[in-house]
């Protein structure tokens, strides 16, 4: 099975104040250290930006594509996501961009659930995490039927597709779900920072 990754940053960073995507985390944006990672272990790896978005220089053969229509969502951002690995590949790892403490070892530990399923997603604590979670291309015909009908909710998807929740016991790196929304976050996680090997 090949496996693409696909990095949503099209949100509007309300909380945070500025752009998540070019906040400095260790010698690089966010950005650009959540699609070095990824890239780490899938590829081709998809960056899914909203209308004229201004991103920090990405790897060449990084694909950068935008939202259709603005302001429905990681949905949305998840269906230009998927369409553009169609033929590419048959999964594709979802982060979002403001994931800085990803991992390799996290992203490998996902995707080895897929098997049988048509998503695997972690739920740690009652709380699901569907943008640091895989999904099989299979889906994308159920997010633009919902998209179609209105429908702009992950949590929806999730309720008609074959899916996994994953526990913690099963993860590894815990840490990889913390998502940075606001300067008391993103200053947090500055300080669980490793520097890159």
Request: contains cysteine.
């Amino acid at each position: 099975m090949t496996v693409g990754g696909i990095i949503l940053c099209g949100g509007r960073s309300s909380r945070m104040g500025q752009p998540k995507g070019w906040l400095p985390f260790g010698g690089e944006t966010m950005l650009q250290r959540v699609v070095r990672i990824l890239g780490e272990v899938v590829n081709p790896i998809v960056v899914v930006a909203a209308p004229e978005q201004d991103l920090p220089p990405l790897p060449s053969d990084v694909r950068i594509v935008r939202d259709e229509v603005e302001g429905r969502g990681p949905l949305q951002g998840l269906a230009a996501g998927l369409s553009a690995l169609e033929g590419q590949a048959d999964a594709a790892f979802v982060a979002s961009c403001d994931l800085p403490l990803l991992t390799a070892a996290f992203v490998r530990c996902v995707i080895a659930f897929l098997e049988q399923h048509e998503a695997v997603v972690p739920r740690v604590a009652g709380r699901v995490h569907p943008l640091a979670a895989v999904y099989h291309l299979s889906v994308l015909p159920h997010i633009r039927a919902m998209l179609t009908a209105g429908e702009f909710r992950l949590r929806d998807l999730c309720e008609r597709i074959r899916i996994c929740y994953l526990k913690a016991a099963r993860l590894v790196d815990l840490d990889s779900l913390r998502n940075v929304n606001t300067p008391e976050e993103y200053n947090a996680a500055l300080a669980n920072l490793e520097p890159p090997p």
